[in-house]
């Protein structure tokens, strides 16, 4: 398949896809409106049975998108007809970006030193560099920062090709702080691979992306398929297992229907520099109204308008070789779900923006509704609690239409409801099958530790995703209310490491959820105890979340799960050298001891973070007016007499970009009396 006729089989495909969505959600409409009891109330029923036919619209495009992606990696065929394979001519110029924000320097340059050594062993080092961009408003991250960076250059001999950038003033955060190394560096590259601070990708990754980005010049974006690796926590474990069995194969799906119209996920993915600088400028959502400000969510937004400049846009799943982490609790992925509601709230504004390709707006939807279905969800149970309401208080009405003969009896077409509740479950649960069949038919099980531990482990997730699936419908649709109602949303730093809370702090991020679930079983007991066995399975998971949650966030319960071969994955039974190079850099990182985290201090006294510090400044003296040199002289005499913390963070910065006030301090304090100097510690804690 050539690009000149792709797009005819993405509208075939496509429009497959719609009948097989809305063709089964109008029948499932039809059989609820028979379901219902009745007589009832026409407004409850008619609600009622609107509602369900979107969830049921919404769940199958999921559900078809499984059985489209467990076709074609049962054919073991590739999703994405990217025919024109790599030549052997030479890689063009890429940059490596890793945009940051007060990240773990650590676990950065960890990656960076794997990477970096991998393309060094196949010989394609020269046709990459790395940038590490940074957008950290701390003083001590900053230092961490370049002393990590210092150290990888020095351990790789790899200055001048690993390069390091903190912007002063980080505005727009990540899409700024990408625009502003595309202004200073970008016209040196053909193309940038974006990848996140918890990213990884093997050389075979990189070199072939840039291959197939020169074999088809029409391409400008190209997304792989991250595999989630490193984690420890039992929520991480089992995120991390549903990604490796279930990712794939929703991937494949994807590709299958979006063929050159695809996703950009913002990371682990290469990018053709001219196209996107010309094309790719995000909007500024104006004024104080709903949704305003910068987009938080970038990454669909930039392949549409990729996609509206003529350059397409491939999601290509049978890329190996690249991986990432996820958040290692469950709040922690809600507050990462916070940030990514309202920026796929705000694609909503930007639904009928001139030029965008109707699939691209589609997507928009689609990825609002990713959690406004929640709302749909919650007013679906609400409108069912009115049903219940209204037969319980309301007596029936045995003549409607006047007098007659024969009365007409209530009737509950119970036959109806068990039928629909199965449907339901097929839909929901199949695809869940059908990774697993795809596993043991392509005999892979012994990669998931066993096809025992494999089943047991797919039943155990099943069981767990029901329970968490109430508590997200209730956060996800609290994200929503509150974007619509005009709630900011802060883009904090995204925690990647387990830190387990206490069982009180667990207990009040689920109160209200534990609230509501108590009220409404009470209201639906009071009602009609019959109806209770209806909504036990949501009241029991929010009553029972925070142990759950407590439990799931527990490193210690993850690791005896993986101890009982339990969520095992491909990259844990056989490892892939770049991951076990990975986990042993982050080792030794670890045991390095204190000098590993040196802060604003640090580069003061140390002479090594010192010399970092200067090197990382322009030589040229910079000359200062009166006002300032009084500010300089206040700074160092309070540092001199009361220690580092005697600044604040903006304070810090200050001296920080002043070379020969750098200078001057570290001379300074280590002429200190011994009973002056007990003020400054060598490194911070």
């Not at 990696?73 to 890429?94: D, F, G, S, V, W």
């Not at 309202?342 to 990713?370: D, I």
């Not at 392509?442 to 494999?454: E, I, K, P």
């Not at 600044?647 to 006030?661: H, M, T």
Request: positive net charge; glycine residues 6%.
């Amino acid at each position: 398949m050539r690009f000149s006729d792709w797009h005819q089989k993405a509208w075939r495909r496509r429009t497959a896809l719609g009948i097989l969505v809305f063709l089964p959600a109008f029948l499932a409409s039809s059989y609820m409106a028979g379901a219902l009891p009745s007589p009832g109330n026409p407004w409850l029923d008619d609600a009622t049975v609107l509602v369900f036919g979107i969830l049921t619209a919404w769940i199958a495009i999921g559900f078809w998108t499984a059985v489209f992606g467990f076709v074609v990696l049962l054919r073991q065929r590739y999703a994405t007809p990217l025919i024109e394979e790599p030549t052997q001519q030479p890689l063009a110029k890429t940059a490596l970006i890793f945009p940051i924000y007060k990240e773990s320097p650590e676990r950065i340059m960890a990656a960076v030193e794997v990477m970096f050594r991998d393309l060094e062993r196949t010989e394609k080092l020269d046709g990459f560099e790395f940038y590490i961009l940074s957008d950290s408003d701390d003083p001590n991250a900053y230092v961490r920062e370049q002393w990590a960076w210092a150290e990888a250059c020095r351990a790789l001999s790899a200055f001048g090709r690993i390069h390091y950038r903190r912007r002063r003033s980080n505005i727009k955060r990540k899409t700024g702080n990408i625009a502003d190394f595309l202004k200073r560096w970008g016209h040196r590259y053909d193309y940038m691979i974006v990848l996140d601070a918890d990213s990884l990708m093997s050389a075979g990754c990189l070199t072939r992306m840039v291959g197939l980005m020169q074999a088809n010049p029409k391409v400008g974006i190209m997304q792989s398929v991250p595999g989630v690796i490193l984690q420890q926590t039992l929520f991480g474990r089992i995120q991390q297992f549903t990604n490796r069995l279930y990712g794939k194969m929703y991937a494949a799906g994807l590709s299958f229907w979006q063929l050159g119209d695809s996703y950009y996920w913002g990371h682990n993915a290469i990018i053709r520099v001219s196209p996107f600088v010309e094309h790719c400028q995000l909007p500024r959502l104006r004024g104080r109204a709903l949704l305003s400000g910068d987009i938080l969510s970038h990454d669909f937004v930039e392949a549409a308008l990729m996609r509206r400049a003529g350059w397409a846009v491939w999601l290509v799943p049978e890329l190996a070789g690249s991986w990432e982490e996820t958040p290692p609790t469950l709040h922690d992925e809600l507050i990462r779900d916070r940030r990514w509601c309202f920026g796929n709230l705000q694609h909503l504004r930007l639904l009928f923006a001139k030029g965008l390709l109707g699939t691209h707006r589609l997507m928009f939807v689609n990825g609002a509704m990713s959690y406004v279905a929640s709302i749909f969800w919650l007013l679906y149970l609400l409108l069912g609690t009115a049903v219940i309401a209204w037969h319980a208080l309301i007596p029936p009405n045995y003549f409607p239409h006047g007098h007659s003969l024969f009365p007409v009896w209530p009737v509950w077409h119970e036959n109806l409801a068990i039928l629909l509740l199965v449907v339901s479950a097929i839909i929901l649960f199949l695809p869940k099958f059908l990774g697993l069949a795809l596993v043991i038919l392509q005999r892979q099980t012994a990669l998931f530790g066993g096809w025992v531990h494999l089943s047991i482990s797919v039943v155990i997730e099943i069981v767990y995703s029901m329970l968490l699936a109430p508590v997200r419908m209730l956060f996800h649709s609290w994200f929503v209310l509150s974007s619509l109602l005009g709630h900011r949303v802060m883009w904090g730093r995204q925690r990647r490491s387990a830190d387990t809370r206490s069982w009180i702090q667990t207990a009040r991020v689920h109160f209200w959820g534990m609230l509501v679930a108590i009220v409404w079983s009470s209201l639906i007991y009071a009602l009609d105890p019959s109806y209770l066995a209806w909504l036990l399975p949501i009241v029991l998971a929010l009553i029972l979340i925070t142990p759950i949650t407590f439990l799931s966030s527990s490193t210690r319960v993850g690791q005896r799960a993986r101890n009982a071969h339990l969520f095992l994955t491909p990259e844990e039974c056989q490892p892939p050298e770049e991951i076990q190079a990975l986990g042993q850099a982050l080792r030794e990182r670890s045991t390095a001891g204190a000098r590993a985290r040196p802060g604003f201090s640090a580069a003061l006294t140390d002479p090594y973070v010192n010399a970092v510090a200067l090197a990382r400044l322009s030589p040229v003296a910079r000359h200062y007016n009166e006002e300032v040199n009084l500010t300089r002289a206040l700074y160092s005499a309070r540092l001199l007499a009361r220690g580092p913390h005697a600044l604040n963070p903006s304070e810090q910065f200050a001296v920080l970009n002043d070379r020969q006030l750098i200078s001057e301090l570290h001379e300074r304090i280590w002429a200190l009396p011994e009973n002056q100097a007990l003020a400054w510690n060598l490194y911070d804690a």
